[in-house]
């Protein structure tokens, strides 16, 4: 089981999906969370794609892929090439080179840096938001492994809203990566509320210390999702945070297609050894995603804007088809240059290579990375005050004992594992054989 109770608060939404959800004649009539959809699938392409697949060669490989050899996909084993005794004959030669390293090259060649930090940026943001926990917890709502105290007849009541505030406190152990947390989780009485609205307000303890916290909000009469979460993790801090709209499916929700969905995520610590702060923010509208993300660190600053295009169910099948770049990079290295740079990528069959007539041709021509406020603002810090104002001491209404060492929920291990997203997406584009590449490009300058 890849459940990791340290590192994300979405991680344990799933937890509320005990609940119930009324019926509804109209907007969001939420009462508990059960049947709401999976943050996994947040990024879930439309069905209802206006790419034309024409220029896209066999079957892209899944995002989750790209991380195992990114100079083979972006760059076609052009990065193992860079070093000596290579030398270029002219300035022209150099450039070509440069081109190749950073994209914006010649048709077929390889799309580089660029295409790359296109890939790492939704891969970094959907990683930081997805969950497969949800897909545990509803199965473990079928059996009495995750008995209630004091119990009850209704489970289903223990997370609908009432007029007053309810606490729970679900005691998670037996997981595969060691340790125990308690979930304190806060059901916002509808007299502390404006409007109409179900909000929970969660807290997550580990050795008798708030590591994280979460806010989730969803407003029946606009059928507006949002929810922030963040805290602390193994290399640094974080905080994700998601705006949707939902449509009812069914008895439950899903994520609405016919409107925007968006995923920010930060991120404040090291990788490495090395410092990095790093942000982005990623939106979907049917097929077509744009992403942003500014990263600031020991090897300098980089800042990519991209369009693409996508397919897809949700985060374990995602699939990267084609996009558009403008990247800015400032590297620290010797005799790097600052530089801004434009490209097309779409995938050949082996690699992603650079092209001038993408779907996105007109768009990335026509923008301005100077002029997009995204990168102007600064990265700034996990706010980590609002640890401080709750306790792992609180007292509960109720407590859902959730033991993953139980036969019953290890068995459910098998349905739920593909809805893990794994994958060290931050320093995908920006490895040691990349700023090996980097920096012997530029001891070799050939000047014009």
């Known amino acids: 089981m890849k459940l990791k109770i340290c590192l994300s608060l979405n991680a344990v939404l799933g937890l509320l999906l005990l609940s119930a959800c009324g019926g509804s004649s109209g907007g969001a009539n939420v009462n508990g969370l059960s049947g709401l959809p999976d943050a996994s699938n947040l990024f879930a392409a439309s069905s209802s794609s206006s790419l034309s697949w024409a220029a896209v060669t066999g079957t892209p490989p899944l995002l989750t892929d790209l991380v195992d050899d990114p100079d ?13 005794p290579l030398t270029f004959a002219t300035n022209d030669d150099w450039r070509a080179a440069e081109k190749k390293l950073y994209g914006g090259g010649q048709d077929g060649d390889p799309a580089g840096n660029g295409a790359c930090m296109m890939a790492a940026t939704v891969g970094q943001t959907v990683r930081q938001l997805s969950s497969n926990t949800m897909c545990y917890i509803k199965g473990m709502s079928e059996n009495e492994d995750a008995p209630i105290e004091p119990s009850v007849g209704d489970r289903s009541s223990v997370f609908k809203q009432a ?16 340790g125990n947390m308690n979930v304190f989780i806060r059901v916002v009485g509808s007299d502390n509320l404006e409007g109409d609205k179900y909000k929970l307000e969660l807290h997550f303890c580990e050795s008798a210390s708030v590591t ?19 805290g602390s993790e193994e290399n640094g801090t974080h905080q994700n945070s998601i705006s949707a709209y939902l449509i009812k499916s069914g008895t439950g929700f899903d994520w609405d297609p016919a409107k925007g969905r968006t995923g920010e995520s930060f991120f404040e610590g090291s990788y490495g050894g090395h410092s990095q702060k790093y942000k982005s923010k990623v939106t979907l509208d049917g097929s077509d995603l744009t992403a942003r993300a500014i990263s600031d660190g020991d090897f300098g600053v980089n800042k990519n804007y991209s369009l693409l295009s996508i397919t897809g169910s949700g985060a374990s099948s995602l699939r990267f088809l084609e996009g558009a770049f403008t990247n800015r990079n400032e590297p620290t290295c010797d005799g790097c240059n600052s530089g801004t740079y434009s490209g097309q990528a779409q995938y050949n069959g082996s690699f992603y290579e650079s092209t001038a007539s993408g779907t996105y041709a007109s768009e990335i021509a026509a923008y301005d990375i100077s002029a ?3 990168f102007s603002e600064a990265i700034g810090s996990v706010d980590t005050t609002s640890l401080t104002d709750v306790s792992c001491d609180q007292t509960v209404d109720y407590t859902i004992t959730m033991d993953f060492s139980t036969p019953a929920v290890a068995a459910l291990q098998s349905t739920c594992e593909d809805r893990a997203f794994d994958g060290e997406f931050n320093q995908m584009c920006w490895g040691s054989s ?10 070799v300058y050939v000047a014009p």
């Open 163 to 178: 007029s007053s505030d309810k606490w729970v406190k679900v005691a998670v152990s037996g997981d595969e990566h060691g």
């Open 434 to 443: 990349f700023q090996s590449a980097q920096n012997y490009l530029y001891t």
């Open 372 to 374: 997009d406020s995204f």
């Open 212 to 230: 994280g916290r979460e806010v989730i909000t969803v407003d029946r009469s606009t059928e507006a999702y949002n929810s922030t979460e963040y």
């Open 72 to 84: 083979a996909y972006f760059w076609d084993s052009f990065l193992s090439t860079l070093h000596s």
